[in-house]
């Protein structure tokens, strides 16, 4: 996950489409992709828990209408990318890698990298990440930041949407989640033709990326971005923010409660 959300661009238009799965270096490619097209790259993640609330509101209606039943759908699918992804040269992380035929029909001429790492660090990446946001009281605690709130049933379309494509729901094992990423790999190579897709490990730096976009290595390190530890961190922050709105809001009922005893003793 990068530090902030990045803004669009007017004139730009998507020229890379990342579909490698979340915590296999996204953030990290994004930055990097973010210096060699000289434009802002669309991270998922960042923008839905750092951006304006109406990002994951946006997904949330387009995760909805997936997949389309209609030609109603299909346009209310295609206007929410469109919309969502106008001004940046880029998209990657969730949920952009469970939508590889829809942007791949809506940006034909696009360069599709999938992000990978070594399957079993990611599953237990994973595994981190899951037990950090799978808590039954997380939307009570969540309820009065804006955007946010909404994380659970963002979650949950992401869910459906892994049972159309895998026939399973978002897994929360280890053994679900090494069979999650073979079904996944199998999936972008169904949907992708070959001389379009690009494999790419961020271990590997700036040579593969430069190498596929035509770019010179650029004289600075590679960027190097801990998402994991930043959506920990992240994840923490809302946690208190969460607990402090609803202490103002308990204290302020409390207050107006007291108010209206107090009139009545009066």
């Known amino acids: 996950m990068g530090a902030q959300a990045s803004s669009p661009k007017p004139n730009i238009r998507i020229q890379v489409i990342g579909v490698g799965l979340h915590r296999t270096g996204t953030a990290s490619f ?9 434009a802002p790259v669309y991270h ?3 923008q839905v828990f750092l951006g304006s609330p109406s990002h994951i509101k946006s997904w949330i209606t387009t995760l909805s209408h997936w997949p389309a039943h209609s030609p109603s759908d299909s346009h209310i699918i295609t206007t929410q990318l469109q919309n969502l992804l106008y001004g940046y040269a880029a998209i990657a992380d969730l949920p952009s890698y469970a939508l590889v035929p829809d942007l791949l029909k809506l940006y034909p ?4 990298v ?10 237990t990446s994973m595994m981190t990440l899951h037990n950090l946001v799978n ?11 804006p955007g946010i709130r909404l994380v659970p049933k963002y979650l949950g379309l992401m869910g459906r949407h892994s049972v159309e494509l895998y026939g399973t729901p978002l897994p929360t094992s280890r053994p679900q989640l090494q069979e999650y990423w073979e079904k996944h790999i199998q999936y972008v190579k169904r949907c992708v033709p070959e001389d379009r897709l690009l494999f790419y490990n961020v271990r590997d730096g700036w040579e ?8 010179e290595v650029p004289s600075e390190e590679f960027p190097r971005i801990n998402d994991g ?12 923010m969460g ?8 204290l302020t009922a409390g207050v107006g409660l007291a108010g209206v005893w107090y009139s009545k003793c009066l």
């Open 30 to 38: 994004s930055a990097a992709l973010s210096i060699l097209l000289d």
């Open 44 to 46: 998922g993640g960042t």
């Open 109 to 112: 001429d696009a360069l599709i």
């Open 114 to 123: 999938c992000t990978v790492r070594d399957p079993d660090a990611w599953a």
């Open 135 to 145: 808590r039954w009281y997380l939307s009570v605690v969540l309820f009065w930041i």
């Open 208 to 215: 593969p990326l430069c190498k596929v976009l035509g770019k």
């Open 229 to 240: 530890k930043a959506f920990v961190a992240l994840g923490q922050k809302f946690f208190i």
């Open 243 to 250: 607990l402090m709105r609803w202490g103002m809001v308990v």
